[in-house]
């Protein structure tokens, strides 16, 4: 089974637009992480926003947000306002183990677009 | 902060010769660091994830002797692809973090491997 599953290959948006990207993820652990990532043309992988396992409220960094919904096992990113920079691939990846031996699984990417 | 280097971020070789890739936390100690292998338009896949002064742990499938990882100290881990070959051939990240279990990875900017 996928741990991590993002169903949109590719999703477009209009700028200034909100958009929500989803993912879903399987995992027996109680404590967790979920994270999102951006990966522009340049390839680097920048950090956007994070929620925890035991976090009761959503996470929400500048104009991302997540939407944790635990039972449901989903953590959809949010991203209000779009801008033409926001344009890349989008990953979620959720963390799994304890201090010392942690592993790290990502989804197969959405790729975002904005539109002028 | 949490700023981690690549070096190199380019590096074309021939067939046969080895390739040594580093990765740096330049603003904090990382007590766990990963490397990743990303193939053109997939999504990223964990290769092993070293903790300082100890062997790195090898996902399945990914062959000890050929990826040597040295996490010598706690701002530095290599990667040596041993004996390149073009199948080799691919865009390597690292990541690091403190590693706590809620802790954030810092991504590198990746090295992009051609093997002739």
């Known amino acids: 089974a996928q741990k991590i599953t993002q169903t949109q290959p590719g999703m477009f948006v209009q700028e200034k637009e909100a958009v929500t990207l989803d993912c879903t993820y399987d995992t027996s652990d109680q404590s967790y992480g979920l994270f999102w990532y951006k990966q522009p043309s340049s390839g680097e992988m920048i950090f956007l926003i994070y929620q925890g396992s035991y976090d009761e409220q959503n996470a929400t960094e500048g104009r991302y947000s997540l939407n944790f919904q635990k039972a449901r096992k989903s953590a959809n990113l949010v991203i209000s306002a779009s801008q033409l920079g926001d344009s890349a691939m989008y990953f979620c990846a959720m963390r799994e183990g304890i201090w010392g031996y942690q592993k790290v699984t990502f989804g197969t990417g959405t790729k975002l677009q904005v539109i002028p | 902060g949490a700023v981690v280097s690549q070096h190199p971020s380019w590096v074309i070789c021939k067939s046969g010769t080895s390739v040594k890739i580093e990765c740096r936390s330049l603003?904090?100690?990382?007590?766990?660091m990963f490397w990743y292998r990303q193939f053109p338009k997939q999504s990223l896949m964990l290769m092993a994830t070293?903790?300082?002064?100890?062997?790195?742990?090898?996902e399945q499938g990914v062959e000890k002797d050929k990826f040597l990882i040295n996490h010598a100290s706690l701002t530095l881990s290599t990667l040596t692809v041993t004996s390149a070959h073009p199948e080799d051939s691919s865009f390597y990240i690292c990541?690091?973090?403190?590693?706590?279990?809620?802790?954030?990875?810092?991504f590198g900017p990746g090295t992009r491997l051609l093997v002739l």
């Open positions: 990541s690091a973090s403190r590693g706590h279990t809620q802790e954030t990875q810092y």
């Open positions: 603003d904090f100690q990382a007590t766990t």
């Open positions: 070293s903790n300082e002064g100890s062997k790195a742990t090898y």
